[in-house]
């Protein structure tokens, strides 16, 4: 996903006062103006298209949506101002606006509801709950049972510590759950998270909550999972591993290592699960 971090987004003096003020400019006819002259003072701080540098009005304002959203002001399944609101507040056009949400609603970072708005996007919602998931069973569909095993605050290791721009040696929290499909265990999740965002985070609090982890994240901790990238291979079950999804010593396993971000290109979960696919397979769709 391209977000950019706050500070590089081309800012100007009215774009970035009026979102500082957090004002809405009044409906008059000197409205039409001043978004025109915001626009172009947004746009001159990009020489041209041809530019490196160059970035399309609506994805500037697309970053500073985010930057608002990396800062709490709306979030996770709140909703937004609306498009009127937000022209006035950055100055510049609606259909300006709508071109940047239409690109957010597209990355699963807002939703929009018929008659009711825009919302942020949140893990909670039925339909967004494992979209990072992409174990499916062979026949119809199922939801998976989950089995805590382990949750441990340590001193992260320099591996996981690189991977998660922490220094080693950082607090940590490390999270092992088995998931099950029909009683039987098919994925072994070991997650690693920075302890500094996710303090608090217990044996307890995890059994407690009985929906997905990142709707748990969102409401307690304020931390939410925007994209994943995911290196997969194919690997032999040990010893342990055979055990715990009750399959033999070498029986084939996927073995699929996600690192999720939040705003900012922020990484903020390591996430290495051992898939048995004797009954399911690992789905993706490309375009």
Same mark, same amino acid.
């Given at each position: 996903? $391209? *977000? ?9 003096? $009215? ?8 004002? /809405?400019? $009044?409906?008059?006819?000197?409205? &039409? ?8 003072? #947004? +746009? ?24 608002? !959203? ?13 498009? #009127? ?22 990355? *699963? ?23 990072? !998931? ?11 049972? %989950?089995?805590?095993?382990?949750? %441990?605050? +340590? ?19 490390? /999270?092992? %759950? !088995?998931? =099950?499909?029909?009683?039987? &265990? ?7 998270? &920075? ?13 407690? =909550? ?24 194919? /690997? ?12 033999? /010593?070498?029986?084939?396993? !996927? ?11 922020? &990484? ?5 699960? +051992?898939? *048995?696919?004797?009954? =399911?397979?690992? %789905?993706?769709?490309? *375009?």
């Amino acid at each position: 996903m $391209p *977000n950019l971090p706050p500070s590089s987004l081309p800012r100007t003096a $009215p774009a970035v006062a009026s979102e500082r003020s957090g004002a /809405v400019l $009044p409906a008059t006819s000197a409205a &039409p103006a001043a978004a025109t002259g915001a626009s172009a003072a #947004l +746009l001159s701080s990009t020489s041209s298209a041809e530019s490196p540098s160059f970035s399309p009005l609506y994805r500037q304002i697309k970053g500073l949506i985010i930057a608002r !959203l990396q800062a709490g002001e709306w979030k996770a399944g709140e909703s937004i101002p609306s498009e #009127l609101e937000l022209a006035a507040r950055f100055g510049v056009s609606q259909g300006t606006v709508r071109k940047a949400i239409d690109e957010m609603s597209a990355e *699963n970072l807002l939703v929009r509801r018929q008659g009711k708005g825009t919302f942020v996007a949140t893990h909670a919602e039925q339909k967004q709950q494992y979209r990072f !998931l992409r174990l499916m069973p062979d026949e119809g569909s199922e939801s998976l049972g %989950r089995q805590l095993l382990d949750c %441990r605050r +340590l001193r992260a290791p320099a591996a996981i510590a690189r991977q998660l721009q922490l220094r080693t040696g950082d607090p940590m929290v490390e /999270v092992r %759950r !088995l998931l =099950h499909s029909k009683g039987e &265990p098919v994925v072994l999740d070991d997650i690693w998270l &920075p302890g500094q965002l996710f303090k608090g985070l217990s044996t307890e609090l995890l059994n407690q =909550h009985r929906g997905p982890f990142y709707g748990l994240f969102e409401a307690e901790f304020g931390v939410h999972m925007i994209r994943a990238q995911e290196k997969i291979r194919a /690997v032999a079950a040990d010893a342990e591993t055979a055990a715990l999804l009750q399959v033999e /010593v070498g029986a084939p396993l !996927l073995s699929v290592e996600r690192l999720s971000f939040t705003y900012g290109d922020k &990484p903020v979960e390591l996430r290495r699960g +051992l898939y *048995n696919t004797a009954s =399911h397979f690992y %789905r993706n769709e490309l *375009n």
